[in-house]
């Protein structure tokens, strides 16, 4: 989608450009900014059962597959003054077609087994105030991962799966540093409950610090604090807990190498628990046209989710989470390995990820495995991504394996 252009100060980068923290000039005020996008989702997939009794699912069974059209449109306008506002509106049909029983549906998984869906949605509404070197975005909202990696927003088939009702100030007075402070009331996950409270008292309170003073290098922090957590339900108690995450990335390049490391950290006054801490580490280059990279990561058998506020929903920013693996072991010590790989190619580039899962014995997710490759290309102005996944559950004891076949097309305007 286009970029808007209503707040022409850096700190705009960071929280209306889906995250890219790197200084731009200052953008020409704009009367209005509009931007769009119309795009189609299909995923055939197929399913080896371990239940016993159960029906497998194959290739070509409508009712197991996916199939929506989608629209999405966004404005922002400056008014004057420092004052703007923006707004942006989705809807998406399978208008009846008869090649598919599940569409796309606003659920905390982005999917849903629901037929022959028809919907739309405001996903975003907010407010904007500029001065100096501070911009304040108020409303409901999209986070970018860059800022706010423990509650972050998403797109499936180019709809947010979670907006967030809130308040985001980001600043760059200091030298190379950008500061965002953020309070979040609620999340807009699925559109048959509306918004949800994030918690039962006074909302989610959330710090980053991103610097890149040094050469080639940017270093970034989060902190979290969700008091009265409504996804931290103490049973001995009877009431909503606290819960807070500390989130910690440094990412260099030398050259052609690229180098990252990553700390997570959750906990919660939930009786009993212990909290989830996971580590990772990274290294990539590329020659030419090639570009290949190594993921390793560990995560303890801690008692909190490393996603979405710690809710177990939407999607983790943790490097590891990726492909078809589920990506939210609670309660297991799991180690993981991935393997990337890219190839440029005409009009587009071809990709591919390996992935190797270790957890607990008792662990559904204990010697999984799972992989997927794929071509993303632009002809003609639209973004289209052919790709193949496949999953292996050794111990899961519902599903054997799993394999997908997803086609994506988009053109934004």
């Known amino acids: 989608m286009k970029k808007g252009l209503?707040?022409?100060?850096?700190?705009?980068?960071?929280?209306?450009?889906?995250?890219?923290?790197?200084?731009?000039?200052?953008?020409?005020?704009?009367?209005?900014?509009?931007?769009?996008?119309?795009?189609?989702?299909y995923q055939a997939e197929d399913i080896d059962f371990n239940i016993p009794g159960a029906t497998d699912l194959d290739f070509g069974d409508?009712?197991?597959?996916?199939?929506?059209?989608?629209?999405?449109?966004?404005?922002?306008?400056?008014?004057?003054?420092?004052?703007?506002?923006?707004?942006?509106?989705?809807?998406?049909?399978?208008?009846?077609?008869?090649?598919?029983?599940?569409?796309l549906y606003k659920t905390t998984a982005g999917l849903a087994n629901i037929a022959d869906q028809t919907d739309a949605e405001v996903s975003q509404a907010y407010l904007t105030y500029t001065f100096g070197n501070t911009a304040i975005k108020a409303g409901r909202q999209a986070l970018p991962k860059a800022v706010s990696p423990w509650a972050w927003s998403d797109r499936t088939a180019g709809v947010i799966d979670i907006s967030y009702d809130g308040i985001v100030i980001a600043n760059t007075?200091?030298?190379?540093?950008?500061?965002?402070?953020?309070?979040?009331?609620?999340?807009?996950?699925?559109?048959?409950?509306?918004?949800?409270?994030?918690?039962?008292?006074?909302?989610?309170?959330?710090?980053?610090?991103?610097?890149?003073?040094?050469?080639?290098?940017?270093?970034?922090?989060?902190?979290?604090?969700?008091?009265?957590?409504?996804?931290?339900?103490?049973?001995?108690?009877?009431?909503?807990?606290?819960?807070?995450?500390?989130?910690?990335?440094?990412?260099?390049?030398?050259d052609t190498v690229k180098t990252g490391l990553q700390l997570a950290y959750v906990d919660g006054d939930i009786t009993g628990t212990d909290a989830t801490f996971g580590v990772a580490a990274k290294i990539g280059s590329s020659w030419g046209d090639l570009d290949a990279g190594l993921v390793a990561a560990y995560i303890n058998d801690g008692d909190y989710s490393l996603k979405t506020a710690g809710s177990g929903i939407g999607t983790s920013a943790f490097w590891t989470f990726t492909g078809d693996f589920g990506g939210d072991i609670v309660g297991d010590n799991v180690?993981?390995?991935?393997?990337?790989?890219?190839?440029k190619l005409?009009?587009?580039?071809?990709?591919?990820?390996?992935?190797?899962?270790?957890?607990?014995?008792?662990?559904?997710?204990?010697?999984?495995?799972?992989?997927?490759?794929?071509?993303?290309?632009?002809?003609?102005?639209?973004?289209?991504?052919?790709?193949y996944r496949y999953l292996d559950l050794d111990n899961n004891p519902n599903v054997d394996k799993r394999q997908r076949i997803r086609v994506e097309a988009y053109y934004k305007f």
């Not at 199939?67 to 923006?86: A, P, Q």
């Open 6 to 41: 209503l707040l022409s100060v850096v700190a705009s980068t960071v929280i209306f450009a889906g995250g890219d923290i790197a200084p731009v000039e200052p953008a020409q005020p704009a009367s209005a900014d509009f931007w769009g996008q119309i795009g189609m989702f």
């Open 62 to 103: 409508e009712e197991n597959n996916w199939f929506s059209t989608t629209v999405v449109l966004g404005v922002e306008k400056e008014l004057g003054n420092g004052f703007g506002f923006g707004a942006e509106v989705a809807g998406w049909t399978d208008f009846g077609f008869d090649i598919a029983d599940r569409t």
């Open 173 to 254: 007075d200091l030298t190379d540093t950008t500061l965002v402070a953020a309070w979040i009331d609620q999340a807009f996950i699925d559109n048959t409950i509306g918004e949800t409270d994030v918690s039962d008292s006074s909302g989610l309170f959330m710090l980053t610090l991103i610097n890149k003073s040094l050469a080639n290098t940017t270093l970034s922090f989060s902190g979290y604090y969700v008091p009265k957590s409504i996804f931290a339900f103490d049973p001995s108690t009877g009431d909503f807990e606290d819960t807070w995450s500390i989130w910690a990335t440094a990412e260099s390049s030398f």
């Open 335 to 343: 180690w993981a390995v991935l393997v990337k790989a890219g190839y």
């Open 346 to 387: 005409p009009y587009g580039k071809l990709f591919g990820v390996v992935g190797y899962y270790d957890a607990d014995d008792n662990a559904v997710y204990d010697n999984a495995f799972n992989a997927r490759v794929g071509y993303k290309f632009n002809i003609a102005g639209v973004d289209t991504q052919v790709e």
